[in-house]
Nanobody
Framework: QVQLVESGGGLVQAGGSLSLSCAAS????????MSWYRQAPGKQRELVAG???????NYADSVKGRFTISRDNAKNTLYLKMNSLKPEDTAVYYCNVRRFSRFYWGQGTQVTVSS
């Protein structure tokens, strides 16, 4: 069983930066993929970035070059550093752990970018 607690959301100006954290409790295995998703009003939840325990990453085209995902396996913590934020980045951001075909979700944290 995995429990995820997110922090770091808030209000920032366009062009600014923000860092999100996700603390996982319970066992996290090396095969688990940890990811950030986001959902804006009226839109489907979408993958922002994912990372394996070995540090292999992937990013949505919309955030590539601006966001950086990382994880500290010893601390069971996932991070997302967001730079050059745009109003279209405004969404609820969710932490996710994928264990094979099973998804575990955090509660979500609101990120709002003002123009």
């Amino acid at each position: 069983q995995v429990q995820l607690v997110e922090s770091g959301g808030g209000l920032v100006q366009a062009g600014g930066s923000l860092s999100l954290s996700c603390a996982a409790s319970g066992s996290i295995f090396s095969s688990d993929v940890m990811s950030w998703y986001r959902q804006a009003p009226g839109k489907q939840r979408e993958l922002v970035a994912g990372i394996t325990s070995g540090g292999v990453t992937n990013y949505a085209d919309s955030v590539k070059g601006r966001f950086t995902i990382s994880r500290d396996n010893a601390k069971n913590t996932l991070y997302l550093k967001m730079n050059s934020l745009k109003p279209e980045d405004t969404a609820v951001y969710y932490c996710n752990v994928r264990r094979f075909s099973r998804f575990y979700w955090g509660q979500g944290t609101q990120v709002t970018v003002s123009s």
